[in-house]
Structure formats: C-alpha cells, structure tokens
C-alpha cells in the first residue's frame, strides 16, 4: 500500500430542499456574489429565481452562458475581470461541471495579477484563489467535491485538466430533484464519466481490497441506478444514488494507497473534446472498451478477471482470457444499453485528425508512465479502433 497524504475541506448538504441553507452558508463567506451559470437549464428549472429570492440581501454579480467544455475564452476571462472589477468576495457556481470547472478557473484567476493560462497550465502556481460555493445540477464528473476544473481553449484545441487544492469548493448543495431535468443523453453520459472515473482508478498495478470493493460497488450502483433514471426522470431514490456515487468517484477517495494509473482515457478524451467539442462522457464510452481490449496482456489479465466477476457476476470458472474479454464486452454493451453512441464517426470525427491527435495526446499527457503504457502509436490504434 502506498503513502498518502489527504483531505477534503469541501463540505456537503445534500437532499431535497437543502438549498435554503445558501444565505446561511453565504453570510459567513462575504456579501459580494459572483453568480455563475450556463445556457439557462437553471431558469427552466427555477433555480435562478429561487437563488435570487435566497440571495436577496447580496450583491450579485453575474456570469452566465458557460458552455459544456468551458472555454477560456470568452468565460474564464470574463469572469476574472468581474471578479475583480467588482471585488467579489465568492463565486456561486450553478449548474453542471463545466460551470464548476470554469468557476474554479475563474477563482484562481481572480487572484492573479498575470493571465489567468498562467495558472492552468502550471507556468505559474497560484497562491490564492477566491472561495467557491456551488449548487450541482447535473450528476456527472464530481467537480463539485474535486479541486480540478477542464478548461478549453480553442485556438490551440487544448483541454487542459488545473489542479491546485485552494480551487475545492467550499460549500456543494446536492439536491437530487435539480437533475430530475437533465436529458437522457446528459444522464447516460454522466453515468459512463463517472464510471470512467471509478475504472481509472481501478485499474492500476497496486490496489487494496477495500479500495476495489468501493469501485466495484460504485461501479454497480451507478449502472443499476442510471437505467432507472433513464426509465423515470423523476426517480428522486435512483437520482439521489446516482448523484453521490458521481460526487464520490473523481474525489481520489477510491485510489489513496493504491499506485497511480495515469488516468490514460480521460487524456485521450480530452483531445477529442478539445478538437471536437463532443460531449466528454460519450467519448469515454466510446475510447473505455477499446482501451481495453488494447492493453488486455498477460500483465493485466487478473485484473480484468477481477472486473468482470465482480462488476459483472461472469462465471469464475471460465478460463481467464475469456472472462477477461466478456468484461469488455459487458463494458461496451452497458454503453451501447443507455444509448451512447459507441463510434467516434456517430459523435462526428472521422479519420482526418487521428495522427495530429494521437501526437497530441503523446506530447501532453504522459500516458507513457499510464498503468499500462501508451506510446503514440498505442493511442493511434486504440482512436482507429474507436472510429
Ligand atoms: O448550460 P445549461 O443550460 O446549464 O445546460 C447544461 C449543458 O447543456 C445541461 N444541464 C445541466 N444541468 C441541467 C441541464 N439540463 C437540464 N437540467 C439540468 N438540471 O447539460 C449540459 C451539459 O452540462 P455540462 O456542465 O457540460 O456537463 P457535465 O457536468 O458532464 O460537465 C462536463 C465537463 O466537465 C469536465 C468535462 O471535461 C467537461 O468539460 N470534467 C470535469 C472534471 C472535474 N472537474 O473533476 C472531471 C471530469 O473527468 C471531466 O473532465
Ligand atoms: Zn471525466
């Protein structure tokens, strides 16, 4: 088992109704808002009134239209320059991840004489960041209890994951009924993210028992529970499970002491994203199977067997290769069962970018030092195979 070293600050109300605790919370934060949100889901769904009625004694300042794969520019950028124009004492986040990521951004930049990329690309490393309080409405990458955010910017079709331990939120509000809205494309990407999530940690070259009966349970939960939402949208029990198991699946919770992974889909995803604009948990449906199968080996063959009796129930007598390539295909049916699209060429990316991506991916994320690791030609054949 491996050293570790953790905490976090991040403090959780969740429920039905837990929002009415937001003026509390707030007052003992400061009285200049910065309330962040993105194309209107939260007018729909009368968020925003309710927000404002809580926050009537405030002062609110607000930043709205962030995009799913938030981008730096214009939203980071504009919402630094709010911060500071208006010396904000707080951000309120509201909305899904991307809003939150791009909240985090916004936080650090706040603080920051310099440009703001300085920090997300680690150039420079932040010494403050401003607090942020958030109101989750979508069950997916678990922002709302992780210190990173995924920031875009175009020019460059870079997706870069920012990491810094002052960006935890200091207050999430988790109420399951706030998802009962989300599309059954948002839902079932949620769900294939966060059990990406849950899969990268799991497979990697030391793990304990109990760390792999948490993934596995997770696992587990977050299927049976995603196919009732998928059936019910307003199942408050199945939204309600979904939406912790999400909250506690990017957390790290499920790794400390076990070796590192390297996270290898979720950089191959955020080239996809970055180029693309795709919707970031469809493209880990698509890349997880065929990662898979790519580093299926000897080396990795317990493992698998693991997965798939475990998550799956596959008989334990089997020879193990057979287990091993049952649950990857039981992987790629869960997907194909919620309806994500499976193939890169349905979420529009054909075969023109695969060697500038794969390039990318290489230069970039490190996927050399991954659990299994990737070279460049490794991640061109695991995109070819996803087309
Ligand atoms: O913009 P609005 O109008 O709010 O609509 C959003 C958006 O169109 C909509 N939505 C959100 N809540 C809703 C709703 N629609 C109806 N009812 C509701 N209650 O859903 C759409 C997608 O929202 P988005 O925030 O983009 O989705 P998600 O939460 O999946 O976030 C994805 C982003 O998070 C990053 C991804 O890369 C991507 O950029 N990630 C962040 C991580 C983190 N901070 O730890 C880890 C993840 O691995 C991931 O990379
Ligand atoms: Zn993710």
Not at 60 to 71: A, F, H, R, V, Y
Not at 121 to 144: M, Q, R
């Amino acid at each position: 088992m491996q050293n570790f070293d953790y905490m976090t600050p991040t403090r959780l109300v969740f429920g039905e109704n837990v929002v009415e605790k937001l003026p509390e919370v707030m007052a003992a934060i400061g009285k200049r808002v910065l309330l962040t949100y993105g194309g209107g889901s939260i007018k729909k769904i009368g968020l925003y009134d309710r927000v404002k009625e809580l926050l009537k004694d405030f002062e609110i300042t607000e930043l709205s239209g962030i995009q799913p794969n938030p981008k730096y520019n214009p939203s980071v950028l504009d919402g630094v320059r709010l911060c500071k124009e208006n010396n904000i004492d707080v951000i309120l986040a509201v909305g899904g991840g991307s809003v939150l990521d791009c909240s985090k951004a916004i936080a650090a930049g706040a603080k920051y004489d310099g440009d703001p990329w300085d920090l997300i690309s680690y150039k420079v490393k932040a010494k403050a960041a401003l607090p942020i309080v958030d109101i989750l409405t979508l069950a997916a990458t678990g922002s709302e209890y992780d210190c990173g955010g995924v920031i875009s910017r175009t020019e460059t079709n870079d997706k870069v994951g920012y990491l810094d331990p002052l960006l935890y939120p200091v207050c999430s509000f988790l109420d399951p009924r706030y998802t009962f809205t989300v599309s059954k494309k948002q839902t079932a990407a949620g769900c294939a993210d966060a059990m990406n999530h849950i899969i990268e940690q799991y497979f990697c070259e030391d793990s304990t028992l109990l760390n792999d009966g948490f993934c596995e349970a997770g696992l587990k939960s977050l299927m049976v529970n995603a196919k009732a939402c998928l059936e019910n949208p307003e199942d408050y029990r199945a939204r309600a499970e979904m939406m912790f198991a999400c909250t506690l699946g990017c957390n790290g919770i499920y790794a400390l002491g076990n070796s590192r992974s390297g996270w290898p889909c979720h950089g191959i995803e955020h080239a996809l994203s970055a180029y693309y604009d795709i919707t970031h948990g469809e493209g880990l449906a698509i890349i997880t199977p065929r990662w898979m199968r790519h580093i299926l080996s000897e080396h990795t063959l317990d493992r698998f067997v693991k997965y798939g009796i475990n998550v799956f129930g596959i008989d334990a007598s089997l020879p193990k290769q057979e287990i091993a390539e049952k649950a990857i295909d039981a992987t790629y049916a869960f997907f194909e069962s919620i309806n994500i699209p499976m193939h890169l060429r349905e979420v529009g990316i054909d075969d023109s970018r695969l060697d500038e991506m794969a390039h990318h991916i290489a230069v970039n994320e490190g996927l050399e030092n991954a659990y299994a690791p990737l070279t460049e030609q490794d991640i061109k054949e695991i995109l070819v195979a996803s087309l």
